[in-house]
């Protein structure tokens, strides 16, 4: 630490300078997050000194985040859902793990089966939880196959998850297929929604993934994803209301006296961000987005195998993936683990970004 602090003006001329090293979005073609909606970052900057660790201190902004949870069940069909907000998709997966565990402890060598597109996130919690994490394959179109599910399955099994929206290529599993074999053999369904959730919703054919189907236990759901909320948030839910309190322990000398959290201390300005970006748009501009985002996907795959690039699946998401080899430099891209190019249609990329890069596309292509 310097000695003798530094005047705000050098500080900040040094932060403008790192802030200048990061990469422009114009270029970010890779990424699950976005800059977030004016909206929440003005609820962030208003709710900035908030902690929900504590939340008999802070009851206005504990009462937000009940309504986003509120509001986030309802859209999935279940506005009696219980939930909290978490600080994204690894900790909701988490934190679902734990409550399978916790509703079958008599299991001694519990397993969690999940399709071999799960991010990563699940390694991370199998690990923390020591939980055996079986793997299915998937089928031809890339989406968890349910017959092989179903075959993995067996008595040991505390949790089935399935992802709708997958972080490689954007697909959906057949969530209702996985959520009747959960139901069948009264096993714990949770769906990976982090990042499909805010999206499926809003697309213009229905796509069961969520409390309608009645063997989904609980869902994770990401409003720093497509929700254009600040970061850190994540939400999870869960279909019966008070589920979470299985995990509660002590906290004597708090607000609250018990608490089911992972994090102690938590933000409350991206949960003010994350429902403030839900009540400004509401369902109607949450489709525009959405719509914007599903039309620049097509126009890319489309502009895309006009230079003889094919996609690599036909995606449920505004993810697309294509069979290529190299991109100009200045796009930041991602590969898959089978070798697919990558490109996450978020909403700040817009057709402008989109025809920008064929352009340079098709200088090396065409
Ligand atoms: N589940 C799914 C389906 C996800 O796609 C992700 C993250 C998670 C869970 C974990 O969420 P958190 O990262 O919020 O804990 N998907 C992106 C990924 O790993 C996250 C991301 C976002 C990565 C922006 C890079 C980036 O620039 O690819």
């Not at 422009?24 to 800059?35: E, G, K, R, V």
């Not at 990563?120 to 998937?138: G, Q, Y």
């Not at 978020?346 to 090396?364: K, N, Q, T, W």
Request: proline letters at 7%; aromatic letters at 8%.
């Amino acid at each position: 630490m310097l000695n003798k602090g530094l005047p705000e003006k050098d500080l900040f001329l040094f932060f403008a300078q790192k802030k200048g090293e990061d990469l422009d979005h114009d270029y970010i073609l890779s990424s699950m997050c976005t800059p977030p909606h004016p909206v929440a970052v003005r609820a962030h900057c208003m709710f900035i000194e908030t902690n929900l660790g504590d939340p008999g201190l802070f009851l206005g902004t504990a009462s937000l985040e009940k309504l986003l949870i509120e509001r986030l069940g309802t859209l999935f069909h279940h506005p009696t859902a219980g939930g909290y907000a978490t600080s994204g998709g690894t900790e909701s997966n988490i934190q679902a793990l734990r409550l399978a565990k916790e509703q079958k402890k008599e299991i001694p060598a519990p397993n969690v089966v999940v399709p071999e597109s799960a991010h990563f996130s699940f390694k991370k919690a199998c690990d923390i939880l020591s939980l055996e994490m079986r793997t299915v394959p998937l089928d031809s179109t890339l989406k968890m196959d349910a017959a092989k599910a179903a075959e993995i399955v067996d008595k040991n099994t505390i949790c089935l998850v399935g992802v709708a929206g997958t972080t490689e290529y954007g697909l959906i599993d057949p969530i209702s297929e996985l959520a009747a074999i959960a139901s069948e053999r009264d096993i714990f369904f949770h769906v990976d929604a982090a990042f499909g959730g805010m999206v499926i919703p809003f697309l213009d054919h229905t796509i069961p993934f969520d409390f309608s189907l009645p063997g989904v236990t609980s869902i994770a759901v990401d409003p720093h994803k497509m929700g254009m909320g600040t970061i850190p948030c994540g939400c999870l839910l869960t279909r019966q209301p008070d589920m979470l309190t299985s995990l509660n322990i002590d906290t004597p000398y708090l607000s609250v006296k018990q608490e089911y959290t992972l994090a102690g201390t938590r933000p409350g300005a991206p949960v003010a961000g994350a429902l403030a970006v839900l009540d400004y748009l509401g369902v109607e501009g949450m489709q525009a987005v959405v719509a914007g985002c599903m039309k620049n996907t097509w126009r890319l795959v489309d502009g895309m195998e006009t230079y003889g690039i094919p996609r690599a699946v036909t995606p449920d998401l505004n993810v697309a993936t294509f069979i290529c080899k190299d991109v100009p430099d200045r796009w930041k891209v991602s590969w898959t683990r089978r070798g697919h190019l990558r490109i996450v249609c978020m909403p700040h990329v817009h057709r402008d970004r989109i025809e920008a890069f064929l352009e340079d596309i098709g200088e090396l292509y065409a």
